[in-house]
C-alpha cells in the first residue's frame, strides 16, 4: 500500500505503507513536519488561516493507494512524550481510557445496578416528601435519577498506582503505564475494528530501551492479531529494536530528497561492492551498525556520532545516495589498513 503525505503545501513524501515504518535521516526539519502533519491530520478540525498559509487552503492531502482520506476514516494515536502516555490513561474525552468507560453504559450488570441506585433515590424522596407534608403542602422536595453519564461526570476518579501507593497522575512515571497503554489500545481496536496508526516520535528520549523493546513487541502482537496497526517511528537515532532484514525496505530516510530503502538483499549486495576487502559481518551486526547509521543519511553532518567501523558503512550509504562525502575527524586505530584507506580516500583520486 502506497502512502502520499502532504507535509507543506505541494511537498509531499510517497512511500510503501508496511506494519511497522521508520522515518530516519539527517534532516530533523523534515521529520518534524512530516510528524506535524500526522498530528493536525489527527485532529480532523478546519484550518486557520495561518495554517492554510502553510497546507494551502484545502488543508493536508492524504492518499492511500491514490484514494483521498479522511481524519474520520483512521484512528490515530500520538506518542511524542510522557504526557501523551500519561493522557491516554486518564479520563479525558476521546483518551484510550474515557472510550473504555464509554462501553460499560451498555453493560446490562452495571446498567441493573444503576436501577437499583434509582431505586434507593426513590426511597429516599418518598421518605422526605413524606416529612414536608408536616411542614408544606406546597414545597416538594424531588430526588432524580441518575444515569450512567452522569455518574461517571459527577462520581469517578481514576487512582493510579505504583509501588502500592496511590499517586496523582502527573507524579506516575510513564514507563509504568505502558502495559495499561497497549491493552487500552488492543481493547478500542477489538470494538472499532478500524485502521489504526500509532505515530512515536523519538520515543527513546523519554522510554528505556527495555522498555521500548518491550512496548514494540506488544505492538506487534496487536498488529498480527488485529491486521489494522500500522506504527510510524521518527526517530533521531537507533531504538536499539531487534531489527530484522525486512526491516531494511520499511526504513524512509529523510534528508535533503526522501529515499525509501531497498530490500535488505539489494543493499547488502551494494554493500559488499563497495566495501574496502570482503564484508564478512553477520547480517545481526549489519542490522545494528545501519541503524546508527542511518539517522545521519541525507544531509551533510561534520561530526556524527559513530564508530569508526560504522562510519566505513555510512561513506559507502552516503556514496550510494549520490552525495559527497567529506571525512570527518575520527580515530580510526580499530579499523584494517583497507577500511582506513578507503576512508581518508578522496571523492575521485
Not at 491514490?66 to 474525552?93: F, H, P, Q, T, V
Not at 452495571?110 to 434509582?118: A, F, G, T, W, Y
Not at 517511528?233 to 531497498?262: A, C, M, N
Amino acid at each position: 500500500m502506497e502512502m502520499k503525505l502532504e507535509y507543506e503545501k505541494g511537498k509531499s513524501i510517497t512511500f510503501d505503507v508496511h506494519d511497522r515504518n521508520f522515518f530516519m535521516g539527517g534532516s530533523p526539519t523534515k521529520k518534524w513536519k512530516t510528524f506535524r502533519s500526522f498530528k493536525r491530520f489527527k485532529s480532523g478540525k478546519s484550518f486557520s488561516e495561518l495554517e492554510e498559509h502553510v497546507y494551502g487552503e484545502e488543508g493536508i492531502h492524504l492518499f492511500l493507494d491514490g484514494k483521498l482520506i479522511k481524519a474520520k476514516d483512521i484512528s490515530i494515536y500520538i506518542m511524542e512524550n510522557r504526557e501523551s502516555i500519561l493522557n491516554e490513561c486518564s479520563y479525558i474525552k476521546g483518551s484510550l481510557l474515557y472510550e473504555q468507560m464509554q462501553t460499560y453504559k451498555i453493560d446490562i450488570s452495571v446498567n441493573r445496578l444503576i436501577e437499583e441506585i434509582d431505586d434507593k433515590f426513590l426511597q429516599i424522596e418518598l421518605r422526605l416528601q413524606k416529612d414536608f407534608r408536616h411542614i408544606s403542602d406546597r414545597i416538594v422536595p424531588n430526588i432524580h435519577p441518575i444515569n450512567y453519564q452522569q455518574l461517571l461526570k459527577n462520581h469517578l476518579s481514576i487512582s493510579y498506582k505504583e509501588n502500592q501507593e496511590n499517586l496523582s497522575l502527573d507524579m506516575m512515571d510513564s514507563n509504568q503505564l505502558l502495559d495499561e497503554y497497549c491493552r487500552l489500545l488492543r481493547g478500542e481496536m477489538n470494538r472499532t475494528g478500524k485502521e489504526s496508526w500509532l505515530i512515536l516520535k523519538n520515543i527513546e528520549n523519554f522510554l528505556s530501551k527495555e522498555d521500548i523493546r518491550k512496548m514494540v513487541k506488544e505492538f506487534e502482537k496487536i498488529s498480527l492479531e488485529t491486521k489494522q496497526l500500522k506504527v510510524f517511528f521518527l526517530s533521531d537515532r537507533s531504538l536499539y529494536l531487534d531489527y530484522v532484514p525486512e526491516d531494511i525496505e520499511k526504513t524512509i530516510i529523510l534528508g535533503e530528497i526522501e529515499e525509501q530503502l531497498p530490500p535488505y538483499t539489494e543493499l547488502l549486495r551494494s554493500i559488499k561492492l563497495r566495501y574496502p576487502e570482503e564484508y564478512v559481518e553477520c547480517q545481526e551486526i549489519l542490522l545494528k551498525r545501519l541503524y546508527r547509521v542511518f539517522p545521519y543519511l541525507g544531509t551533510t553532518i561534520s561530526n556524527p556520532l559513530l564508530f569508526p567501523k560504522d562510519m566505513v558503512l555510512f561513506k559507502i550509504l552516503t556514496e550510494l545516495s549520490e552525495n559527497s562525502w567529506d571525512c570527518p575527524k575520527m580515530t580510526i586505530e580499530e579499523l584494517t589498513p583497507f577500511e582506513k584507506a578507503f576512508l581518508t580516500k578522496k571523492d575521485g583520486s
